[in-house]
């Protein structure tokens, strides 16, 4: 075995390498951080093949006086940390000392700084010789041919563009998480951003764009001790990755396992399957409490109370995407939202059809969606249209009703699918599968929580099911009985049902037993009732809910809609679609061309 021996320091520091510059991004993401750490309030980058060729960061921050840049290059020397009190408490973004050491190990580095109230700017570079040069202020880092000493590591960079493309989520991650510091990005000679500074919203607005802030929905929680802000996109807007996926703990971009969590529960009752959502959300709180010497690049974290955090965090954004309705207006003028919000939505009883009579309270389903299945016409003939459904004598509808509810009264049905309804801001489009959907859903959770109201069937259903299904069945049977329904076997591959969940009489029996049975078989078993639930809950509702071309009366329409102003998270249904929109009247003038 070869005698022990140490290391010269230059390979020490190129191993070092390894860890903290693996391509161009990681020796930008470490020079903004110094910039900020300076306290810089105008930062520019420019990069040249990507940033292997030239990565340039000149900032406007307090600088470095000239017996500091020697210290600069030297490997474990920082100005931010001088004890393990220090480490513990860590508040700034850099401070192991290692990253432009290990940079300048690589690469060609040459630092230029002056420090606030010298006389004169001072430059280093690889060779350690210090000399005077010209600069106004704070400290330019110039890196040139990146890994030139070193061209097997050079052989694992991929194309210039690609290298360019992760430059430019750095850049963008850091802009983000400091709108009040100023941004310019430029590539190859091409200005390709430019960030002033200004406040979150617009900073978020700029780099993730319009879409997402119209989708948005503001995250605000304050409990002393930690704070979480940003912004939560609604389910429309859930992509395909995790592209839009921001989180940043006391300044800090990071990619941690308990927050990615938390916000995804959030997300849990109103966005199903392979979609992500998206979201800016900032944790602040002590730094004592949390520890960011776990990982070489810094962007993983430890909580001291990591299920604090993690409910906390759930609850702030579970919040934000479950507002009520009238906050939530979509396209509604400011002046109609206030005045929504400042109005007693009580209806008067001239411009109000109530819900029918008689209908039995056990059955909510019954309650209000009395359908008539529409049939295909006969030869010659017509279906039964919604206005031989309606009421003879609608009542009128003003333009502005100061006392209407947030999504106003219905007017009529289109194409049996779409409930149009008129409120004090304009036009609302109403998806009725949609909407009864997540009504369905929110009431079946709160049903689950205490003994499930169930609909005795007066004659048993027997369905065909293949031998899979019936033992499916039994193998779930106490899980089939606490979500309402009785079960019993027919035959061989028959099953009996003796009784339903109230709240969903009216459902397609067999279909919906199907659908449970196919999630059932697909769970664990131990991760059925904790895990699984909802999803389980959701299949209900979908099969539950009011399907297209059921002919709604206006009462039914206005029941519904009186039924989704009251309902949590009424703005999309359990697979993340939008259940209703609005067309403010502008907007209307401006389709016709009124007042041009």
């Given amino acids: 075995m070869p005698a022990i021996r140490l290391l010269p320091d230059l390979l020490i520091s190129q191993i070092a390498a390894g860890e903290v510059v693996e391509r161009p991004a990681?020796?930008?993401?470490?020079?903004?951080?110094?910039?900020?750490?300076?306290?810089?309030?105008?930062?520019?980058?420019?990069?040249?093949?990507?940033?292997?060729?030239?990565?340039?960061?000149?900032?406007?921050?307090?600088?470095?006086?000239?017996?500091?840049?020697?210290?600069?290059?030297?490997?474990?020397?920082?100005?931010?940390?001088?004890?393990?009190?220090?480490?513990?408490?860590?508040?700034?973004?850099?401070?192991?000392?290692?990253?432009?050491?290990?940079?300048?190990?690589?690469?060609?580095?040459?630092?230029?700084?002056?420090?606030?109230?010298?006389?004169?700017?001072?430059?280093?570079?690889?060779?350690?010789?210090?000399?005077?040069?010209?600069?106004?202020?704070?400290?330019?880092?110039?890196?040139?041919?990146?890994?030139?000493?070193?061209?097997?590591?050079?052989?694992?960079l991929r194309t210039e563009q690609t290298e360019y493309g992760h430059c430019d989520d750095v850049f963008g991650r850091i802009a983000l998480s400091v709108p009040q510091v100023a941004f310019q990005l430029m590539h190859n000679g091409r200005l390709m951003q430019r960030l002033p500074a200004g406040d979150m919203a617009s900073r978020v607005r700029a780099l993730l764009g319009d879409e997402f802030m119209q989708h948005a929905r503001p995250v605000e929680a304050d409990a002393g001790q930690i704070r979480v802000s940003g912004f939560a996109a609604q389910p429309a807007?859930?992509?395909?990755?995790?592209?839009?996926?921001?989180?940043?703990?006391?300044?800090?971009?990071?990619?941690?396992?308990?927050?990615?969590?938390?916000?995804?529960?959030?997300?849990?009752?109103?966005?199903?399957?392979?979609?992500?959502?998206?979201?800016?959300?900032?944790?602040?709180?002590?730094?004592?409490?949390?520890?960011?010497?776990?990982?070489?690049?810094?962007?993983?974290?430890r909580f001291r109370d990591s299920r604090g955090v993690h409910q906390f965090v759930f609850h702030a954004v579970e919040r934000a995407l479950a507002p009520s309705i009238v906050p939530a207006m979509q396209g509604a003028s400011a002046s109609a939202a206030s005045e929504l919000q400042s109005t007693s939505f009580a209806p008067p009883a001239s411009a109000w059809v109530p819900r029918q009579q008689g209908m039995a309270l056990e059955q909510p389903l019954a309650r209000y969606f009395d359908f008539v299945r529409q049939d295909a016409p006969a030869a010659g003939g017509s279906a039964t249209s919604p206005a031989a459904l309606a009421p003879a004598a609608r009542p009128d509808l003003p333009a502005q009703q100061a006392d209407a509810p947030p999504l106003g009264f219905a007017l009529a049905q289109l194409q049996g699918v779409y409930v149009l309804a008129q409120n004090a801001a304009g036009l609302v489009l109403v998806d009725m599968h949609a909407a009864h959907e997540r009504i369905l859903y929110e009431q079946l959770k709160k049903v689950l929580e205490g003994e499930p109201a169930v609909q005795r069937l007066l004659i048993p259903a027997v369905l065909a099911?293949?031998?899979?299904?019936?033992?499916?069945?039994?193998?779930?049977?106490?899980?089939?009985?606490?979500?309402?329904?009785?079960?019993?076997?027919?035959?061989?591959?028959?099953?009996?049902?003796?009784?339903?969940?109230?709240?969903?009489?009216?459902?397609?029996?067999?279909?919906?037993?199907?659908?449970?049975?196919?999630?059932?078989?697909?769970?664990?078993?131990?991760?059925?009732?904790?895990?699984?639930?909802?999803?389980?809950?959701?299949?209900?509702?979908?099969?539950?809910?009011?399907?297209?071309?059921?002919?709604?009366?206006l009462p039914e329409m206005n029941a519904l809609l009186r039924d989704m102003e009251a309902c949590e998270r009424a703005d999309q249904c359990n697979h993340g679609r939008p259940t209703w929109v609005q067309l403010s009247m502008a907007e209307l003038d401006r389709l016709f061309m009124r007042g041009r």
Wanted: overall charge negative; hydrophobic content about 45%.
């Fill in 26 to 156: 990681s020796v930008l993401k470490e020079l903004l951080e110094n910039s900020l750490d300076a306290g810089s309030r105008d930062i520019r980058v420019q990069l040249e093949a990507g940033g292997v060729k030239r990565l340039r960061v000149a900032d406007d921050g307090c600088g470095m006086p000239r017996e500091d840049l020697p210290l600069a290059l030297a490997r474990h020397a920082t100005s931010k940390i001088a004890s393990l009190d220090d480490l513990e408490a860590v508040a700034t973004m850099g401070f192991r000392g290692e990253a432009l050491a290990s940079i300048a190990s690589v690469a060609r580095v040459s630092i230029t700084s002056r420090e606030t109230g010298s006389a004169h700017a001072w430059r280093i570079d690889n060779e350690g010789e210090v000399e005077p040069a010209a600069l106004d202020a704070g400290t330019v880092v110039d890196v040139a041919d990146l890994y030139y000493n070193t061209p097997a590591r050079r052989k694992f």
């Fill in 465 to 553: 099911m293949s031998a899979r299904e019936v033992a499916t069945a039994f193998e779930y049977a106490d899980v089939l009985e606490k979500l309402g329904f009785d079960i019993g076997q027919a035959g061989p591959n028959e099953l009996m049902v003796r009784a339903v969940p109230a709240l969903l009489a009216r459902a397609d029996t067999g279909a919906l037993l199907r659908a449970l049975l196919e999630e059932l078989r697909e769970a664990p078993a131990s991760q059925v009732v904790e895990r699984r639930r909802n999803e389980l809950l959701a299949t209900m509702a979908c099969h539950g809910a009011v399907r297209a071309n059921r002919l709604l009366t």
């Fill in 237 to 301: 807007f859930s992509r395909a990755g995790r592209d839009a996926q921001y989180c940043f703990v006391n300044g800090r971009f990071v990619r941690d396992r308990l927050l990615a969590h938390a916000l995804r529960e959030a997300y849990a009752d109103v966005l199903h399957g392979a979609r992500h959502p998206a979201y800016v959300v900032f944790i602040e709180l002590d730094p004592r409490a949390v520890d960011v010497n776990v990982h070489p690049a810094k962007t993983e974290v």
